[in-house]
């Protein structure tokens, strides 16, 4: 039996593009199979009360820098080196969203 795992993401996170950059050889390793499901972080941040980590942790000393140095560990662990932070983070992504949403309809 395969195993089917849901991948959630939303298009401005860039942790789910690095998870996603993992996925072919997660694929050939297991023979698991992906199903894609987007989903809008912000929408859930503000339906829980919560603030994404860049906010959340803006002041709190170190936080955001150390976890900076493991973005970077995980990057070179995998051999990512193409990876450029969007300039532009944090992004809306809502209309991204819903047309991701929308091309999930059968």
């Known amino acids: 039996m395969t195993a089917q795992v849901d991948f959630i993401y939303d298009f401005g996170s860039p942790n789910a593009y690095l998870a996603h950059c993992l996925v072919n050889d997660i694929k050939t390793r297991t023979g698991a199979s992906f199903n894609y499901i987007p989903c809008l972080l912000g929408g859930i ?3 829980k009360g919560n603030q994404s980590p860049f906010l959340m942790f803006r ?14 560990r995980f990057i ?5 080196s193409k990876f450029r932070m969007n300039p532009h983070f944090p992004v809306n992504t809502l209309l991204m969203m819903r047309a991701a949403a929308a091309a999930e309809v059968d």
């Open 45 to 47: 941040f503000k339906a």
């Open 59 to 72: 002041d709190v000393k170190g936080k955001l820098d150390y976890d900076r140095v493991e973005f970077e």
């Open 76 to 80: 070179r662990r995998h051999k990512l």
